[in-house]
């Protein structure tokens, strides 16, 4: 029997793409390849009678060409204040194999270079966002500001890690992770953030 799961929070992405990311349109990517850094944070989130409230998790991607075309070589970092019942719960969901949104996410994957349990904090503060993965990975962005002062918005874009949702556009301050073989450190790259929600199944 399939277990009930729901979760909403907070979700980043930050990527290598210059300027602006055509990855979400369905575009190439404007480094030939896309390597990212996505992060969630559960506000409230239930996995049949498991509480997964106040947890994060965060995947380092490589897609070799246009993301919706998958292929993609990713590493899958679970929150490490979780309990081991807790990181199942996240570790099916995040893999794919509890339905939901996460699922269509994860039928793009190619290979799975490795999953870690470590520290992970997700910031929020006004217009910025910092993800933070152990001792040395993460991302730090801010949000782009626009015409009067307003956020710089995009919606109903067809590739989304959040479907739903207003993305509001960003650019990393900092954007770090070397391991398993997915190297960045870059800044003043494309970043984004919104609100999040799955259910499955």
């Known amino acids: 029997m399939t277990t009930q799961w729901n979760m909403k929070g907070e979700y980043l992405e930050s990527c290598d793409c210059r300027d602006a990311c055509p990855c979400i349109y369905l575009g190439p990517p404007t480094e030939g390849a896309c390597t990212a850094l996505v992060g969630w944070h559960i506000n409230a989130g239930q996995y049949g009678d498991l509480d997964l409230d106040d947890l994060n998790v965060a995947v380092a991607l490589r897609a070799p ?46 290979e799975v270079l490795g999953v870690e349990s470590l520290p992970i904090h997700f910031d929020i503060e006004q217009s910025r966002r910092h993800l933070r993965i152990g001792k040395g990975a993460g991302a730090e962005i801010h949000a782009i500001e626009g015409q009067g002062g307003n956020d710089v918005t995009i919606r109903d874009h067809p590739l989304a890690v959040a479907p739903g949702e207003t993305l ?31 259910a499955g199944p």
């Open 65 to 110: 060409g246009p993301m919706a075309e998958g292929n993609w070589k990713v590493v899958l970092y679970l929150d490490q204040k979780a309990n081991e019942r807790q990181q199942d719960a996240l570790g099916t969901i995040f893999g794919g194999k509890a339905g939901g949104h996460p699922a269509m996410l994860a039928s793009l994957i190619g």
């Open 168 to 198: 509001v556009v960003a650019k990393s301050n900092t954007l770090r992770h070397q391991a398993h073989g997915i190297d960045l450190d870059l800044s003043e790259r494309t970043a984004f953030y919104s609100p999040f929600a799955y």
